[in-house]
Protein backbone atom coordinates (compact mmCIF):
# COMPACT_ATOMS: atom_id res chain seq x y z
CA UNK A 1 0.00 0.00 0.00
CA UNK A 2 1.40 2.93 -1.21
CA UNK A 3 0.48 6.40 0.86
CA UNK A 4 1.37 9.95 -0.71
CA UNK A 5 1.98 11.09 3.23
CA UNK A 6 4.10 13.89 1.65
CA UNK A 7 0.68 16.04 0.68
CA UNK A 8 -1.04 15.36 3.97
CA UNK A 9 2.20 16.31 5.67
CA UNK A 10 4.31 18.95 3.77
CA UNK A 11 6.17 20.42 6.66
CA UNK A 12 7.64 17.48 8.05
CA UNK A 13 11.06 17.19 7.30
CA UNK A 14 12.05 14.20 4.62
CA UNK A 15 10.24 11.77 3.28
CA UNK A 16 6.92 10.48 5.59
CA UNK A 17 7.33 6.15 5.38
CA UNK A 18 4.21 6.08 7.99
CA UNK A 19 2.78 7.88 10.32
CA UNK A 20 0.29 7.13 13.58
CA UNK A 21 -1.74 10.12 15.37
CA UNK A 22 -1.55 10.15 18.99
CA UNK A 23 -5.24 8.82 19.57
CA UNK A 24 -4.19 5.85 18.38
CA UNK A 25 -2.37 5.31 21.36
CA UNK A 26 0.95 3.83 19.62
CA UNK A 27 3.62 4.68 18.38
CA UNK A 28 6.60 4.34 16.00
CA UNK A 29 9.90 2.72 17.36
CA UNK A 30 13.23 0.81 15.89
CA UNK A 31 13.39 2.74 12.66
CA UNK A 32 16.05 0.47 10.10
CA UNK A 33 17.41 1.12 7.18
CA UNK A 34 19.10 -1.12 4.69
CA UNK A 35 19.99 -0.92 0.60
CA UNK A 36 19.26 -4.28 -1.41
CA UNK A 37 21.32 -5.49 -3.80
CA UNK A 38 19.16 -4.25 -6.89
CA UNK A 39 19.11 -0.92 -5.35
CA UNK A 40 15.85 -0.77 -3.62
CA UNK A 41 15.56 0.73 0.29
CA UNK A 42 13.81 -1.34 2.11
CA UNK A 43 13.21 0.18 6.12
CA UNK A 44 11.39 -1.24 8.93
CA UNK A 45 9.84 -0.09 12.24
CA UNK A 46 7.92 -1.34 15.09
CA UNK A 47 4.56 -0.47 17.08
CA UNK A 48 5.03 0.62 20.92
CA UNK A 49 2.73 2.15 23.46
CA UNK A 50 -0.69 0.84 24.62
CA UNK A 51 -3.07 0.77 21.82
CA UNK A 52 -3.84 -2.27 19.51
CA UNK A 53 -1.51 -4.72 18.29
CA UNK A 54 1.70 -3.01 19.84
CA UNK A 55 5.13 -5.49 19.42
CA UNK A 56 4.59 -5.55 15.20
CA UNK A 57 7.26 -4.59 13.13
CA UNK A 58 6.21 -3.01 9.78
CA UNK A 59 8.45 -3.46 6.60
CA UNK A 60 8.37 -0.61 3.81
CA UNK A 61 10.11 -0.40 0.00
CA UNK A 62 11.51 2.20 -1.91
CA UNK A 63 11.90 1.92 -5.42
CA UNK A 64 12.94 5.31 -6.54
CA UNK A 65 15.66 5.99 -4.05
CA UNK A 66 13.28 7.23 -1.08
CA UNK A 67 11.29 9.55 -2.88
CA UNK A 68 8.36 7.39 -2.09
CA UNK A 69 7.46 4.16 0.22
CA UNK A 70 5.00 1.38 0.34
CA UNK A 71 4.54 -1.24 2.82
CA UNK A 72 5.25 -4.75 2.08
CA UNK A 73 4.61 -6.98 5.06
CA UNK A 74 4.23 -6.96 8.68
CA UNK A 75 5.39 -9.28 10.77
CA UNK A 76 3.90 -10.32 14.71
CA UNK A 77 6.22 -11.18 17.33
CA UNK A 78 8.92 -9.21 15.86
CA UNK A 79 10.25 -6.13 18.01
CA UNK A 80 13.52 -3.92 18.84
CA UNK A 81 14.84 -5.58 15.34
CA UNK A 82 17.59 -4.41 12.48
CA UNK A 83 17.24 -5.04 9.15
CA UNK A 84 20.22 -7.01 7.64
CA UNK A 85 21.76 -8.37 4.36
CA UNK A 86 23.55 -11.49 4.17
CA UNK A 87 24.46 -14.52 1.51
CA UNK A 88 21.64 -12.33 -0.71
CA UNK A 89 18.74 -12.75 2.14
CA UNK A 90 17.63 -10.28 3.94
CA UNK A 91 16.69 -10.46 7.57
CA UNK A 92 15.55 -9.03 10.94
CA UNK A 93 17.19 -9.70 14.16
CA UNK A 94 15.89 -8.49 17.38
CA UNK A 95 13.14 -10.16 20.46
CA UNK A 96 9.85 -11.79 20.20
CA UNK A 97 8.68 -8.79 22.08
CA UNK A 98 9.69 -6.36 24.97
CA UNK A 99 12.01 -8.42 27.32
CA UNK A 100 11.22 -11.60 25.10
CA UNK A 101 13.03 -13.98 23.15
CA UNK A 102 16.06 -13.09 21.46
CA UNK A 103 14.64 -14.00 17.47
CA UNK A 104 15.58 -13.36 13.72
CA UNK A 105 13.32 -13.93 10.88
CA UNK A 106 14.72 -13.86 7.15
CA UNK A 107 13.28 -13.03 3.91
CA UNK A 108 14.60 -14.34 0.26
CA UNK A 109 12.27 -11.94 -1.91
CA UNK A 110 13.56 -8.54 -0.30
CA UNK A 111 11.18 -8.09 2.66
CA UNK A 112 7.38 -9.29 1.40
CA UNK A 113 7.69 -12.80 2.43
CA UNK A 114 8.77 -14.03 5.97
CA UNK A 115 10.33 -17.18 8.02
CA UNK A 116 7.89 -17.67 10.70
CA UNK A 117 8.91 -16.46 14.38
CA UNK A 118 9.13 -20.37 15.32
CA UNK A 119 11.86 -20.94 12.85
CA UNK A 120 14.34 -18.47 14.62
CA UNK A 121 14.69 -18.35 18.04
CA UNK A 122 17.93 -17.88 19.15
CA UNK A 123 17.07 -18.41 22.77
CA UNK A 124 14.53 -20.44 25.20
CA UNK A 125 14.29 -18.02 28.01
CA UNK A 126 12.90 -14.55 28.02
CA UNK A 127 14.11 -11.21 29.07
CA UNK A 128 16.01 -10.07 26.11
CA UNK A 129 17.04 -6.49 25.02
CA UNK A 130 18.24 -4.52 21.97
CA UNK A 131 17.65 -2.10 19.69
CA UNK A 132 18.01 -1.04 15.83
CA UNK A 133 21.81 -1.38 16.52
CA UNK A 134 24.12 -2.27 13.16
CA UNK A 135 24.43 -5.94 12.18
CA UNK A 136 27.77 -5.92 10.80
CA UNK A 137 30.48 -8.15 9.50
CA UNK A 138 33.83 -8.74 10.63
CA UNK A 139 36.43 -11.41 10.81
CA UNK A 140 33.59 -13.99 8.64
CA UNK A 141 31.46 -12.91 11.20
CA UNK A 142 28.15 -11.46 11.98
CA UNK A 143 27.64 -9.47 14.84
CA UNK A 144 25.38 -7.53 17.10
CA UNK A 145 25.16 -6.08 20.41
CA UNK A 146 22.51 -7.33 22.88
CA UNK A 147 21.25 -6.73 26.17
CA UNK A 148 19.33 -9.17 28.79
CA UNK A 149 17.29 -7.26 31.51
CA UNK A 150 17.44 -9.16 34.90
CA UNK A 151 15.19 -8.80 36.37
CA UNK A 152 12.01 -8.05 33.59
CA UNK A 153 9.90 -6.42 35.97
CA UNK A 154 11.41 -3.03 35.75
CA UNK A 155 13.81 -1.00 33.37
CA UNK A 156 17.50 -0.80 33.65
CA UNK A 157 19.00 -3.95 34.91
CA UNK A 158 20.96 -4.33 31.36
CA UNK A 159 23.28 -7.02 31.42
CA UNK A 160 25.39 -6.66 28.07
CA UNK A 161 27.05 -8.78 25.57
CA UNK A 162 27.65 -9.50 22.17
CA UNK A 163 25.93 -12.11 19.45
CA UNK A 164 27.56 -13.36 16.59
CA UNK A 165 27.93 -16.27 13.69
CA UNK A 166 29.58 -17.26 11.12
CA UNK A 167 28.45 -15.48 7.84
CA UNK A 168 27.97 -19.01 5.93
CA UNK A 169 25.59 -20.62 8.74
CA UNK A 170 22.55 -21.03 8.63
CA UNK A 171 21.83 -17.69 11.34
CA UNK A 172 17.97 -19.22 11.62
CA UNK A 173 19.19 -21.74 13.26
CA UNK A 174 20.25 -21.18 17.22
CA UNK A 175 23.47 -23.37 17.04
CA UNK A 176 24.93 -21.19 14.41
CA UNK A 177 25.36 -18.19 17.08
CA UNK A 178 27.57 -17.61 19.95
CA UNK A 179 26.80 -15.83 22.74
CA UNK A 180 29.17 -13.34 25.55
CA UNK A 181 28.84 -13.77 28.94
CA UNK A 182 26.71 -11.35 30.22
CA UNK A 183 28.91 -8.19 31.79
CA UNK A 184 26.84 -6.17 34.39
CA UNK A 185 27.02 -2.53 34.89
CA UNK A 186 28.90 -1.30 38.09
CA UNK A 187 26.34 1.22 39.74
CA UNK A 188 28.24 1.48 42.86
CA UNK A 189 31.52 2.49 41.04
CA UNK A 190 30.90 3.80 37.23
CA UNK A 191 29.52 7.12 37.24
CA UNK A 192 28.12 9.15 36.27
CA UNK A 193 25.28 6.66 34.81
CA UNK A 194 22.97 3.92 36.15
CA UNK A 195 22.78 1.23 32.95
CA UNK A 196 24.57 0.45 29.59
CA UNK A 197 22.50 -0.62 26.82
CA UNK A 198 22.22 -0.49 22.61
CA UNK A 199 25.48 -1.62 21.98
CA UNK A 200 27.30 -1.30 18.71
CA UNK A 201 29.79 -4.14 17.65
CA UNK A 202 32.69 -1.95 15.79
CA UNK A 203 36.18 -3.21 14.80
CA UNK A 204 38.79 -0.62 15.57
CA UNK A 205 41.71 0.70 13.29
CA UNK A 206 43.93 -2.13 15.08
CA UNK A 207 41.56 -4.81 13.98
CA UNK A 208 40.28 -5.39 17.72
CA UNK A 209 36.58 -6.15 17.91
CA UNK A 210 34.83 -3.72 20.79
CA UNK A 211 31.24 -2.96 21.77
CA UNK A 212 30.26 0.50 22.61
CA UNK A 213 27.11 1.37 24.23
CA UNK A 214 25.26 4.00 25.09
CA UNK A 215 25.46 5.17 28.80
CA UNK A 216 21.94 5.86 30.53
CA UNK A 217 22.75 9.11 32.01
CA UNK A 218 20.19 13.12 32.83
CA UNK A 219 23.38 15.05 31.84
CA UNK A 220 27.11 13.89 30.14
CA UNK A 221 28.21 12.93 26.76
CA UNK A 222 30.01 9.37 27.51
CA UNK A 223 29.75 6.16 25.94
CA UNK A 224 31.25 3.11 27.70
CA UNK A 225 33.47 -0.07 25.89
CA UNK A 226 34.64 -3.28 26.41
CA UNK A 227 36.90 -5.73 24.10
CA UNK A 228 35.13 -8.80 22.38
CA UNK A 229 37.23 -11.51 21.64
CA UNK A 230 37.66 -11.98 17.68
CA UNK A 231 36.05 -15.78 17.95
CA UNK A 232 32.82 -13.76 19.46
CA UNK A 233 32.86 -16.48 22.34
CA UNK A 234 33.60 -13.65 25.11
CA UNK A 235 33.98 -10.04 26.61
CA UNK A 236 37.07 -9.04 28.70
CA UNK A 237 35.78 -7.01 31.87
CA UNK A 238 39.15 -5.83 32.49
CA UNK A 239 39.06 -3.60 29.43
CA UNK A 240 35.83 -1.34 30.45
CA UNK A 241 36.47 2.23 29.81
CA UNK A 242 34.29 4.87 29.35
CA UNK A 243 34.97 7.76 26.35
CA UNK A 244 33.72 11.28 25.38
CA UNK A 245 30.87 11.02 22.71
CA UNK A 246 28.64 13.90 22.10
CA UNK A 247 24.87 12.49 22.77
CA UNK A 248 25.82 9.29 23.61
CA UNK A 249 23.19 9.14 26.59
CA UNK A 250 20.52 8.44 23.70
CA UNK A 251 21.06 5.89 21.35
CA UNK A 252 23.61 5.76 17.96
CA UNK A 253 24.90 3.48 15.51
CA UNK A 254 28.48 3.85 14.29
CA UNK A 255 29.71 2.52 10.60
CA UNK A 256 33.19 2.85 8.93
CA UNK A 257 33.80 4.94 5.63
CA UNK A 258 36.81 2.77 3.91
CA UNK A 259 37.48 5.80 1.97
CA UNK A 260 38.24 7.80 4.65
CA UNK A 261 39.33 5.68 7.43
CA UNK A 262 36.55 7.30 9.53
CA UNK A 263 33.86 5.69 11.83
CA UNK A 264 30.52 8.10 11.64
CA UNK A 265 27.33 8.05 13.62
CA UNK A 266 24.35 10.46 14.19
CA UNK A 267 22.88 11.31 17.90
CA UNK A 268 21.06 14.05 19.91
CA UNK A 269 23.66 15.79 21.07
CA UNK A 270 21.94 18.72 23.38
CA UNK A 271 22.79 21.80 22.15
CA UNK A 272 24.13 24.32 24.64
CA UNK A 273 20.63 26.38 23.58
CA UNK A 274 18.83 23.26 24.99
CA UNK A 275 20.82 22.35 28.10
CA UNK A 276 18.55 23.26 29.72
CA UNK A 277 16.52 20.89 29.69
CA UNK A 278 17.74 16.93 30.97
CA UNK A 279 20.22 16.45 27.98
CA UNK A 280 18.97 12.47 28.32
CA UNK A 281 15.36 14.16 26.65
CA UNK A 282 16.88 16.95 24.58
CA UNK A 283 15.78 14.94 21.21
CA UNK A 284 15.45 17.79 19.02
CA UNK A 285 18.61 17.81 17.14
CA UNK A 286 20.60 14.97 14.76
CA UNK A 287 24.42 15.90 14.80
CA UNK A 288 26.84 14.03 12.84
CA UNK A 289 29.55 12.88 13.88
CA UNK A 290 33.31 11.33 13.18
CA UNK A 291 36.12 9.56 14.58
CA UNK A 292 39.41 8.34 13.56
CA UNK A 293 40.09 6.04 16.39
CA UNK A 294 36.43 5.84 17.80
CA UNK A 295 38.09 7.98 21.04
CA UNK A 296 38.47 11.55 19.59
CA UNK A 297 34.59 12.83 18.10
CA UNK A 298 34.08 15.60 15.71
CA UNK A 299 30.93 17.33 15.42
CA UNK A 300 30.97 17.45 11.12
CA UNK A 301 27.12 19.35 11.00
CA UNK A 302 23.44 19.13 11.97
CA UNK A 303 21.35 17.72 10.11
CA UNK A 304 18.21 17.82 11.47
CA UNK A 305 16.99 20.42 14.05
CA UNK A 306 13.37 22.24 15.26
CA UNK A 307 13.54 24.92 18.51
CA UNK A 308 10.52 22.70 20.10
CA UNK A 309 12.78 19.99 22.54
CA UNK A 310 8.93 19.22 24.31
CA UNK A 311 6.99 18.27 21.35
CA UNK A 312 9.43 17.36 18.44
CA UNK A 313 11.98 14.66 18.28
CA UNK A 314 14.67 13.04 15.76
CA UNK A 315 15.93 10.02 17.25
CA UNK A 316 17.15 6.20 17.24
CA UNK A 317 18.24 6.74 13.42
CA UNK A 318 19.51 4.52 11.54
CA UNK A 319 21.27 5.15 8.61
CA UNK A 320 23.35 3.62 5.54
CA UNK A 321 26.51 5.17 3.00
CA UNK A 322 24.85 5.12 -0.42
CA UNK A 323 27.75 6.33 -2.13
CA UNK A 324 28.58 9.87 -1.79
CA UNK A 325 25.21 10.44 0.59
CA UNK A 326 24.35 8.68 3.62
CA UNK A 327 20.65 7.70 3.44
CA UNK A 328 18.34 8.08 7.11
CA UNK A 329 15.61 6.29 8.63
CA UNK A 330 14.62 8.21 11.63
CA UNK A 331 11.79 7.74 14.71
CA UNK A 332 10.24 11.77 14.31
CA UNK A 333 8.04 13.39 16.52
CA UNK A 334 6.33 16.27 14.85
CA UNK A 335 3.30 18.45 14.56
CA UNK A 336 0.71 16.35 11.99
CA UNK A 337 -2.68 18.67 12.38
CA UNK A 338 -3.90 15.62 14.91
CA UNK A 339 -2.47 16.54 18.05
CA UNK A 340 0.88 16.26 17.07
CA UNK A 341 3.23 14.26 18.62
CA UNK A 342 2.18 13.10 22.52
CA UNK A 343 5.96 14.35 23.86
CA UNK A 344 9.01 14.33 22.09
CA UNK A 345 9.88 10.61 22.85
CA UNK A 346 6.42 9.08 21.39
CA UNK A 347 7.10 9.17 17.88
CA UNK A 348 4.46 9.59 15.57
CA UNK A 349 6.16 9.54 12.29
CA UNK A 350 8.73 7.54 10.34
CA UNK A 351 11.04 9.78 8.13
CA UNK A 352 13.45 9.12 5.69
CA UNK A 353 16.37 11.73 4.80
CA UNK A 354 19.45 12.20 2.63
CA UNK A 355 22.50 13.69 3.72
CA UNK A 356 23.98 14.72 0.54
CA UNK A 357 27.84 14.75 -0.14
CA UNK A 358 28.49 13.60 3.47
CA UNK A 359 31.89 13.95 3.61
CA UNK A 360 31.44 17.66 2.54
CA UNK A 361 28.79 18.42 4.79
CA UNK A 362 27.95 21.76 7.10
CA UNK A 363 25.40 22.66 9.16
CA UNK A 364 23.39 25.20 7.08
CA UNK A 365 23.78 28.84 7.38
CA UNK A 366 20.65 29.16 9.53
CA UNK A 367 21.51 26.71 12.21
CA UNK A 368 25.16 27.10 12.88
CA UNK A 369 24.28 29.84 15.70
CA UNK A 370 23.11 26.86 17.83
CA UNK A 371 26.86 25.48 17.41
CA UNK A 372 28.62 28.67 19.44
CA UNK A 373 29.81 28.06 23.21
CA UNK A 374 30.82 24.31 22.24
CA UNK A 375 34.10 23.75 23.79
CA UNK A 376 33.90 20.11 24.77
CA UNK A 377 33.80 18.54 21.36
CA UNK A 378 35.45 19.75 17.86
CA UNK A 379 33.07 21.57 15.49
CA UNK A 380 33.66 21.94 11.54
CA UNK A 381 32.98 25.27 10.52
Not at 140 to 163: D, I, L
Not at 232 to 256: H, Y
Request: hydrophobic fraction near 35%.
Amino acid sequence: MSIAWGQRFPNVPGVVIDHLPKSAGNFLGSPSIVILPDGKYVASHDIFGKGPTPQHTHVFESADKGKSWQKIAELDSLWWATLFMNKGALYLLGTTKEYGRMSIRRSADGGRNWSSVNEGYLSTDQGYHCASVPVQVFNGRVWKGMERNVPTTSWGNFRSFVASAPVDADLLNPKSWSFTQHLVYNKTDWKPGNAWLEGNVVMNPKGEIWNILRVNNLEDDQAVTYRVSNDGQTADSTTVRFIKLPGACKKFNIRFDPKTKLYYTFTNYALPKHRVFKRERARNSQVMLSSPDLENWTIRGIILYNPDVEKHGFQYVDWQFDGKDIIVACRTAFDDGMGGANNQHDSNFLTFHRVKNYRKYRTPDEWKPLLENITDFVVLK
